[in-house]
């Protein structure tokens, strides 16, 4: 049962959702000092369990007056699966395409999740199908010449990944809806870095008791697990009781425009900077735009200006 509380406006949700965007943006900077010899799983599973020990501890109080259903733990595995399973399918198909062809095929789950919600019989609005199309065709051209040649089948495995994704990402919004968000926050947290050590521990166990982890190490894998995993999911599952599933796809687009500008703008130290060309700028532009498409309430805005113009007729009448 979820607990009550105050509710987010449809703004304030999407703020949240720029916030888990930029979150996820730093990933690439923070993965890049964990040695590449740790396994995938392996990072999944510390990061996750990291991540779910401090919102744990950070709502103690909250967390242990609540009711854990056998609903939430079904649900909650389910979404656990489907995450565990799109992130292996995606890391394994990004080892065969070129990065810029990788980052637009991942990008994918825009188009995959309005067409899931339609196949659903869930309407997508004229508005939003105008927005997702100005942020893909965005995301084409921030890209620019460098999208490279198209391997069979790291591109099949990317695009599998989406299509978990997808449905993660609807099963997500739903359930949101209805649990607690720091309940579902933790206990999702806690599932993944469960399975992932699982699948860890069969497939790679002679990498557990070899595990060296140096201090740059450790120090990016708990700002990884603070950000990308505590923080973003956190601020994703309370969003997502307000925001609709439409909605999160399409500013989570906006991960390229923050990418973009820290490629650009941090020192060398963190990363190989990127040199800022015309096409990512009017890509990132693009993405922007279409973000503002997608989200602008033009029915409210069109009320309040007729509200507006009938008070100033009305006092221009009266005098």
């Known amino acids: 049962m979820a607990a009550e509380g105050p509710q987010m406006n449809r703004f304030q949700a999407n703020i ?11 990933e690439v900077i923070l993965l890049k000092n964990i040695p590449t010899e740790i396994p995938a799983f392996a990072v999944v599973c510390m990061t996750n369990f990291i991540g779910a020990l401090v919102l744990g501890a950070a709502f103690f109080a909250r967390l242990k007056k609540m009711h854990l259903s056998r609903s939430l733990v079904l649900n909650a595995s389910f979404l656990a699966t489907l995450s565990v399973a799109f992130n292996v399918l995606a890391t394994i198909g990004l080892r065969y395409l070129e990065v810029s062809t990788g980052t637009f095929a991942q990008m994918m789950t825009l188009v995959i999740v309005p067409l899931a919600l339609f196949l659903l019989r869930r309407s997508v609005s004229p508005q939003r199908w105008a927005g997702i199309a100005i942020v893909i065709v965005g995301i084409f051209i921030a890209l620019g010449p460098s999208v490279g040649s198209i391997d069979l089948l790291g591109i099949t495995l990317v695009l599998s990944s989406c299509v978990i994704e997808a449905v993660y990402l609807i099963r997500l919004n739903a359930c949101a809806k209805k649990a607690d968000p720091m309940q579902l926050a933790v206990l999702l947290l806690a599932l993944i870095s469960l399975f992932s050590g699982i699948v860890w521990a069969v497939f790679d166990p002679w990498s557990i008791p070899a595990l060296r982890l140096n201090a740059a190490a450790l120090a990016s894998l708990f700002m990884y697990s603070l950000f990308i995993c505590a923080i973003a999911m956190a601020l994703n ?62 029915q409210k805005y069109v009320k309040a200006v007729k509200a507006k113009r009938q008070l100033w007729l009305d006092k221009r009448g009266s005098q």
Not at 16 to 26: A, E, F, N, Y
């Open 237 to 298: 599952i309370f969003a997502q009781k307000t925001a609709a599933v439409q909605d999160t796809i399409v500013i989570y687009a906006l991960q390229i425009v923050f990418s973009t500008i820290f490629a650009a703008t941090l020192p060398d130290l963190l990363l190989e900077p990127v040199p800022l060309t015309a096409f990512a700028v009017i890509g990132c532009s693009l993405v922007c735009i279409g973000n503002i498409v997608s989200e602008f309430d033009y």
């Open 16 to 26: 949240c959702l720029i916030c888990v965007t930029m979150c996820w943006s730093v």
